[in-house]
């Protein structure tokens, strides 16, 4: 009897990956996170982290932005906020934003007029954050 080895294959994906014309904003109040965050990305053009959501929003307005990952849970504007504020912006139609949460449960009592264009769970993992920012 001959048995065969049935072998998966996963993709990992690295920051590498990411086209290099992709500019991304990261927004985050977590000092810790957005270290993790900017060392992932170290060296990569077009990527900004703000822990303070107002600049973020600031420079989303006045600078090409592709994607946009903030946290939820933030003292002065929540994630919320934020993707409210890009999606009524005619100007940032074509901006996609994900919410980067340790509490998906968060994103379920919300049923708001826009919604995320994805979830990225924390703590962030650099092969599913790639993988979504490929398939955006």
């Given at each position: 009897?001959?048995t ?5 294959y ?5 920051v ?30 077009l990527?900004?982290?703000?822990l303070?959501p ?21 003292p002065?504007i ?31 009592g ?27």
């Amino acid at each position: 009897i001959e048995t065969k080895t049935l072998i998966s294959y996963t993709a990992l994906h690295t920051v590498k990956e990411i086209p290099t014309a992709l500019s991304i904003v990261f927004i985050d109040d977590s000092k810790i996170n957005l270290f993790f965050i900017q060392q992932l990305f170290k060296g990569r053009k077009l990527t900004e982290y703000f822990l303070d959501p107002q600049e973020a929003l600031e420079f989303i307005k006045s600078n090409p932005v592709d994607v946009v990952i903030t946290d939820l849970k933030m003292p002065k504007i929540s994630g919320w906020e934020i993707l409210s504020a890009i999606k009524t912006d005619s100007n940032l139609n074509d901006t996609k934003v994900f919410a980067a949460t340790a509490e998906p449960l968060l994103l379920e009592g919300n049923k708001g007029e826009f919604h995320f264009d994805g979830i990225i769970n924390k703590p962030i993992k650099e092969n599913e954050l790639v993988a979504i920012l490929l398939n955006q």
